[in-house]
């Protein structure tokens, strides 16, 4: 069965870091591309990063560029990303997902999705 497990969400203030884990079980991550997204209240779901041990390929959307950095422990199973400088406006429900092979910036690519951690900026 596949299985992702996010955690490492919270409240921190403007500026402060989080790193969030996804822990993946029931395929291996050399397969497949793991996507984190976010989704604000009131907002769209938001494509924020993704890499893929298959194809090499790491995506950052624009907002988190430089910020953020996504990394992958192929022996844990693990994906993490870690945010830096965060901002009120990362304040959302951030998701981790899994699509075969390749990234993608489209939720619609990814079959299987973690149940979300809450990560919540004060100004």
């Known amino acids: 069965e596949v299985q992702l497990v996010e955690s490492g969400g919270g409240l921190v203030q403007a500026g402060g870091s989080l790193r969030l884990s996804c822990a993946a079980s029931g395929f291996t991550l050399d397969d497949y591309a793991i996507g984190w997204f976010r989704q604000a209240p009131g907002k769209e779901r938001e494509g924020v990063s993704c890499i893929s041990s298959s194809d090499g390929t790491i995506y950052y959307t624009d907002s988190v560029k430089g910020r953020f950095t996504i990394s992958s422990d192929n022996a844990k199973n693990t994906v993490y990303l870690q945010m830096n400088s965060l901002k009120p406006e990362d304040t959302a429900v951030y998701y981790c997902?899994?699509?075969?092979?390749?990234?993608?910036?489209?939720?619609?690519?990814?079959?299987?999705w973690g149940q979300g951690t809450q990560v919540t900026v004060s100004s």
């Open positions: 997902a899994a699509a075969y092979w390749y990234c993608s910036p489209y939720g619609s690519d990814f079959g299987s």
